[in-house]
């Protein structure tokens, strides 16, 4: 007991830290442009990054948040006893959600405010509930159709082209590309959004091999407005490498592992889409949605977009569920290579995950219409709290009863304590004081608890558990939905959003007597990685915001884009005219809110002078509309054109 309380100690005393990215060395200085002085490094340096615009994420414009899958972080190295204690944890996942495991009953909703219970309380109960099961597959069936998205088509069935493998495998490769194609728009964007993105992406690309042979211009162009543009640069040198590989030529693998080996971009939630909707392979889906989805399911307390434990815990959830489904198929059954079952059921399963999390499960969730609540913990765990207050009869969940005694060593180690996550939810949402918040408050004067319970929660019970309170409702009321929502809601844990960075940009369109402008394309990595923009400088921390400073700063960064020369003289350029402020452009990204002052300058010169611009970025462009731009520079574009009255 007593080493037990030690391990408990040191791992609630324990801080995770995450990589801090470097930051660039900023003037201090109120000059917005450098001089000669011993600064002028420093600030040269400041002025070669702001060719990259506003930031060097990987993260751009796109500010409608889905919950797809996001870019995956760099890889941290750990040391071998993290290694041994990842190892362990996956071993015990796998041991508590094998498939093979017989089912665990009788294990009752955690009571409130405590929630004791051990690592098995999260086998999911669809695990063991085929009927379950079935009735999610249903519901799916019935709504599929709703939302009209033209990515969602029959499984194509081996079975029906057994006698023609070339026309098989030339649908297999068709669909499997017309799914990859959707999972990566619906990254960090909406369905709605995407639906006509797709239509029209197939129309101009129906296959994978007119991907490959389309211009970089053209595919960052129908991209326009979909947001974090690195995705199409990625799609575009994949869809080259996969038609270009001598085995797979053109063909998408269906497996999991090759997928995401060898096409770039490609991550274990694109990967698993693409086996199970298209070759009908156990593989999970486990994108935003899901993880809400399943954290309520398994009654999962805790963070599940930055706790790798916890990511892992539910990613073998999935893993279990999907595999359990596939085994349910039985008349139509496909037994492929090495005896594996093949079948629709593991795409449909994915995606009725996904549906539901996306139309009921979510942060609000409508626990009335879900087809599952019988097997959601969360659910569970709401029930009981109406009951105890007479909003809902008792004996309607299965398990209703007290908690089992349990050891402090089985408890789980994943859950936060349930009065502090109640609590901080309140705080960061005032407006919806949860039910459970008001019948599980505690005295400021105790201590936060930093596991899922204080030692003394195993060996005492609470008032409200001892006691018998008799419900008078015969059906669940209104006001008791509204505490089993409000329970449902805190699962799974929020977290804290980081402030959003602030920068002011200065954005020079600098145009020449025959017309065209001066355009330059971003990095090929970062933001907006790859688009054309007009030369753009971000204005360093703690310099002079005047408009003054920043007319005068925008002539010198102008004067230094068509001659690098004149940066250590913070001379402009003889034949530069400034032809004014042309208005200011809000941007908001989803890291970063940017302000673009927008300038416009006339370059005097003939037709034969600075053609050819220093910057090998630089070109000249007469038709600027066409190029291929972010949204929120081409809307610094339209404050051009409406000086030049288009």
Same mark, same amino acid.
């Given at each position: 007991?007593?080493?037990?309380?030690?391990?408990?100690?040191?791992?609630?005393?324990?801080?995770?830290?995450?990589?801090?990215?470097?930051?660039?060395?900023?003037?201090?200085?109120?000059?917005?442009?450098?001089?000669?002085?011993?600064?002028?490094?420093?600030?040269?340096?400041?002025?070669?990054?702001?060719?990259?615009?506003?930031?060097?994420?990987?993260?751009?414009?796109?500010?409608?948040?889905?919950?797809?899958?996001?870019?995956?972080?760099?890889?941290?190295?750990?040391?071998?006893?993290?290694?041994?204690?990842?190892?362990?944890?996956?071993?015990?996942?796998?041991?508590?959600?094998?498939?093979?495991?017989?089912?665990?009953?009788?294990?009752?909703?955690?009571?409130?405010?405590?929630?004791?219970?051990?690592?098995?309380?999260?086998?999911?109960?669809?695990?063991?509930?085929?009927?379950?099961?079935?009735?999610?597959?249903?519901? *799916?069936?019935?709504?599929?159709?709703?939302?009209?998205?033209?990515?969602?088509?029959?499984?194509?069935?081996?079975?029906?082209?057994?006698?023609?493998?070339?026309?098989?495998?030339?649908?297999?490769?068709?669909?499997?590309?017309?799914?990859?194609?959707?999972?990566?728009?619906?990254?960090?964007?909406?369905?709605?959004?995407?639906?006509?993105?797709?239509?029209?992406?197939?129309?101009?690309?129906?296959?994978?091999?007119?991907?490959?042979?389309?211009?970089?211009?053209?595919?960052?162009?129908?991209?326009?407005?979909?947001?974090?543009?690195?995705?199409?640069?990625?799609?575009?040198?994949?869809?080259?490498?996969?038609?270009?590989?001598?085995?797979?030529?053109?063909?998408?693998?269906?497996?999991?592992?090759?997928?995401?080996?060898?096409?770039?971009?490609?991550?274990?939630?694109?990967?698993?889409?693409?086996?199970?909707?298209?070759?009908?392979?156990?593989?999970?889906?486990?994108?935003?949605?899901?993880?809400?989805?399943?954290?309520?399911?398994?009654?999962?307390?805790?963070?599940?977009?930055?706790?790798?434990?916890?990511?892992?815990?539910?990613?073998?959830?999935?893993?279990?569920?999907?595999?359990?489904?596939?085994?349910?198929?039985?008349?139509?059954?496909?037994?492929?290579?090495?005896?594996?079952?093949?079948?629709?059921?593991?795409?449909?399963?994915?995606?009725?995950?996904?549906?539901?999390?996306?139309?009921?499960?979510?942060?609000?969730?409508?626990?009335?219409?879900?087809?599952?609540?019988?097997?959601?913990?969360?659910?569970?765990?709401?029930?009981?709290?109406?009951?105890?207050?007479?909003?809902?009869?008792?004996?309607?969940?299965?398990?209703?009863?007290?908690?089992?005694?349990?050891?402090?060593?089985?408890?789980?180690?994943?859950?936060?304590?349930?009065?502090?996550?109640?609590?901080?939810?309140?705080?960061?949402?005032?407006?919806?004081?949860?039910?459970?918040?008001?019948?599980?408050?505690?005295?400021?004067?105790?201590?936060?608890?930093?596991?899922?319970?204080?030692?003394?929660?195993?060996?005492?019970?609470?008032?409200?558990?001892?006691?018998?309170?008799?419900?008078?409702?015969?059906?669940?009321?209104?006001?008791?939905?509204?505490?089993?929502?409000?329970?449902?809601?805190? *699962?799974?844990?929020?977290?804290?959003?980081?402030?959003?960075?602030?920068?002011?940009?200065?954005?020079?369109?600098?145009?020449?007597?025959?017309?065209?402008?001066?355009?330059?394309?971003?990095?090929?990595?970062?933001?907006?990685?790859?688009?054309?923009?007009?030369?753009?400088?971000?204005?360093?921390?703690?310099?002079?915001?005047?408009?003054?400073?920043?007319?005068?700063?925008?002539?010198?960064?102008?004067?230094?884009?068509?001659?690098?020369?004149?940066?250590?003289?913070?001379?402009?350029?003889?034949?530069?005219?400034?032809?004014?402020?042309?208005?200011?452009?809000?941007?908001?990204?989803?890291?970063?809110?940017?302000?673009?002052?927008? *300038?416009?300058?006339?370059?005097?010169?003939?037709?034969?002078?600075?053609?050819?611009?220093?910057?090998?970025?630089?070109?000249?462009?007469?038709?600027?509309?066409?190029?291929?731009?972010?949204?929120?520079?081409?809307?610094?574009?339209?404050?051009?054109?409406?000086?030049?009255?288009?």
């Amino acid at each position: 007991m007593r080493r037990s309380l030690r391990q408990a100690r040191q791992k609630s005393s324990g801080a995770s830290y995450d990589s801090l990215n470097e930051l660039s060395d900023i003037n201090k200085s109120k000059v917005l442009i450098p001089s000669s002085s011993s600064n002028s490094r420093k600030r040269a340096a400041a002025v070669t990054q702001t060719r990259n615009d506003a930031s060097n994420s990987d993260k751009d414009d796109d500010y409608q948040v889905s919950d797809r899958e996001t870019p995956q972080k760099k890889r941290k190295i750990v040391s071998r006893s993290r290694n041994g204690q990842k190892n362990g944890s996956l071993q015990l996942f796998e041991q508590v959600f094998s498939i093979d495991r017989p089912a665990i009953k009788d294990i009752p909703p955690c009571q409130l405010p405590q929630r004791i219970h051990n690592i098995d309380y999260h086998r999911p109960l669809l695990l063991d509930s085929r009927k379950g099961r079935d009735k999610l597959l249903e519901w *799916f069936d019935a709504v599929s159709s709703q939302r009209a998205m033209p990515w969602r088509k029959p499984w194509i069935d081996p079975l029906e082209n057994v006698d023609d493998p070339a026309l098989l495998r030339q649908r297999l490769e068709c669909r499997a590309y017309e799914v990859w194609i959707s999972e990566i728009m619906l990254q960090q964007t909406r369905v709605a959004v995407v639906i006509d993105y797709w239509n029209r992406w197939m129309e101009k690309w129906p296959t994978i091999h007119k991907l490959a042979a389309a211009e970089p211009d053209d595919v960052l162009a129908a991209w326009r407005g979909l947001g974090y543009y690195s995705r199409a640069t990625r799609i575009h040198s994949a869809s080259k490498l996969v038609c270009e590989d001598q085995v797979m030529k053109g063909l998408l693998p269906s497996v999991v592992d090759e997928l995401v080996a060898k096409v770039p971009g490609v991550g274990r939630y694109t990967a698993g889409a693409i086996s199970a909707i298209v070759f009908g392979k156990a593989a999970p889906m486990v994108d935003g949605n899901v993880l809400r989805v399943l954290s309520r399911q398994l009654g999962l307390l805790a963070n599940v977009k930055t706790e790798k434990s916890v990511i892992d815990l539910l990613w073998t959830a999935a893993d279990s569920l999907v595999k359990a489904v596939a085994e349910d198929c039985i008349e139509g059954e496909i037994s492929a290579s090495g005896g594996e079952k093949i079948s629709n059921r593991p795409g449909r399963w994915g995606q009725a995950l996904m549906e539901l999390g996306s139309t009921i499960c979510t942060p609000k969730p409508d626990c009335e219409a879900c087809p599952i609540s019988a097997s959601c913990r969360a659910y569970g765990e709401g029930l009981e709290l109406a009951s105890k207050g007479g909003l809902a009869p008792k004996g309607t969940h299965t398990g209703s009863g007290p908690p089992p005694p349990l050891d402090i060593e089985d408890s789980c180690n994943f859950c936060k304590p349930f009065e502090e996550v109640v609590e901080n939810t309140d705080e960061k949402d005032p407006e919806s004081v949860s039910t459970s918040r008001k019948n599980t408050s505690r005295s400021k004067a105790k201590p936060r608890a930093q596991r899922q319970a204080t030692l003394s929660a195993f060996f005492t019970q609470s008032r409200e558990s001892k006691e018998d309170t008799i419900s008078t409702s015969t059906e669940i009321t209104s006001a008791g939905l509204v505490a089993i929502v409000d329970h449902a809601r805190n *699962f799974p844990v929020k977290v804290v959003k980081k402030a959003v960075k602030e920068q002011e940009t200065l954005v020079c369109a600098i145009r020449r007597s025959d017309g065209r402008y001066l355009i330059h394309r971003r990095p090929q990595k970062g933001l907006l990685a790859g688009l054309w923009e007009f030369p753009s400088w971000i204005v360093p921390e703690d310099s002079e915001t005047t408009v003054t400073a920043y007319e005068r700063a925008a002539k010198l960064y102008a004067s230094t884009v068509l001659d690098p020369t004149l940066k250590s003289k913070s001379l402009t350029h003889p034949k530069l005219k400034y032809a004014g402020k042309l208005g200011s452009v809000p941007w908001l990204f989803s890291h970063l809110k940017l302000t673009m002052h927008v *300038f416009l300058f006339d370059l005097k010169c003939s037709n034969d002078e600075l053609i050819t611009p220093p910057n090998a970025d630089d070109r000249w462009s007469s038709s600027v509309e066409e190029e291929s731009m972010g949204t929120g520079m081409r809307k610094c574009w339209e404050l051009v054109r409406e000086v030049n009255g288009d």
